[in-house]
């Protein structure tokens, strides 16, 4: 019996680094995906598989005995300690420890901030419990995925594998989620072939906190009131077009509040500013920043945005909200 699932990348549309202080954040699911093939084997060992790990500069390849890595260690080795966390949890979950040979292809960047790491991990869960027989709902591989997170990183919102599970949109506030109605969004993301440090770039706007609070206090405010603002627009019964437009200015004034906090970098403006003058309505930063991605708001000007964006030097990628998240594709029996 073979199981192929995959899952779907995620962007925070609004709200990063306010939502570390409590403030609401809007995310939603890409459709860029990681695919997983799951069978059994018999040696009883776990083998994982990766044919296409989109790390750039690195090429992967896996045997038995070895693993090959041309650069970059350091990621393609992150990759493979999810899937291996997430073999583990579903098969303790189902009570059975069996020989499984897991492969893995995906469109999703490696450490470019699009939750590629959440990604694989609910692929993988996916795959392997249809395999064992194991019945989890959507919710239940979310929750699943936030345990791998936190074995694999100490330290979760479950912000991306909830994303990843559920897929659509999703408003987090304060450890909780609400399902939003998934709008069709004419997106490219753009990326800096760069990424930058998480927890670096959090300490950076603590810093800032402190030594400042008086200042930065209002930019955080600002930002979870936005959030707020963009939540009513998504739900409100607007037609498209005005929805496309105030949901373009508030990524853009929320691209500045995020270049407030100095957490935007000369290539993450690029991209931005690149896409703004090429048509697009909104563009803004989407993660923590200080490298990574942007994403841009650009509807009937998809393609112009994305030749923008490759001439500043990023990597486009034209792609569209997910309304699925986790999905299984295929059963061979």
């Not at 027989?133 to 959507?138: A, D, I, N, S, V």
């Not at 563009?283 to 923590?288: E, H, L, M, N, S």
């Amino acid at each position: 019996m073979r199981v192929l699932a995959s899952a779907p990348a995620k962007i925070i549309l609004f709200g990063e680094h306010s939502v570390v202080y409590g403030k609401p954040a809007i995310a939603a699911a890409i459709d860029l995906r990681t695919y997983v093939w799951a069978e059994f084997n018999k040696n009883g060992r776990i083998r994982i598989e990766a044919k296409d790990i989109r790390v750039p500069g690195l090429t992967v390849s896996f045997s038995d005995k070895e693993i090959y890595f041309e650069t970059d260690y350091g990621k393609a080795a992150e990759v493979l300690s999810y899937v291996r966390e997430a073999i583990n949890l579903v098969m303790e979950e189902a009570g059975q420890k069996k020989g499984v040979t897991v492969s893995i292809t995906s469109q999703i960047p490696v450490g470019a901030g699009l939750g590629s790491s959440a990604a694989v991990a609910v692929a993988t869960i996916g795959a392997v419990s249809r395999l064992l027989g194991l019945e989890l709902t959507k919710e239940e591989v979310a929750k699943l995925g936030h345990k791998t997170e936190l074995l694999v990183q100490g330290a979760s919102s479950g912000i991306d594998p909830t994303v990843s599970a559920i897929g659509g949109f999703l408003y987090y506030e304060k450890g909780t989620f609400e399902e939003l109605p998934a709008i069709e969004l004419p997106i490219v993301v753009g990326y800096t072939g760069s990424s930058g440090s998480t927890k670096e770039l959090v300490a950076k706007v603590r810093r800032s906190f402190e030594e400042m609070p008086e200042i930065i206090t209002p930019i955080l405010n600002s930002m979870g009131k936005l959030v707020e603002k963009a939540r009513e627009v998504i739900l409100a019964d607007y037609d498209k077009e005005l929805k496309f437009q105030l949901l373009g200015r508030l990524m853009n004034i929320n691209h500045g509040l995020l270049d407030a906090l100095g957490v935007s970098t000369k290539s993450l403006s690029d991209l931005v500013y690149a896409s703004r003058e090429a048509g697009a309505l909104g563009a803004k930063i989407t993660g923590a920043g200080g490298g990574g991605c942007m994403y841009a708001l650009a509807p009937g000007k998809q393609s112009e945005v994305a030749t923008a964006i490759k001439i500043a030097g990023g990597m486009p990628m034209i792609t569209k909200i997910s309304r699925e998240g986790l999905r299984i594709e295929e059963v061979e029996e």
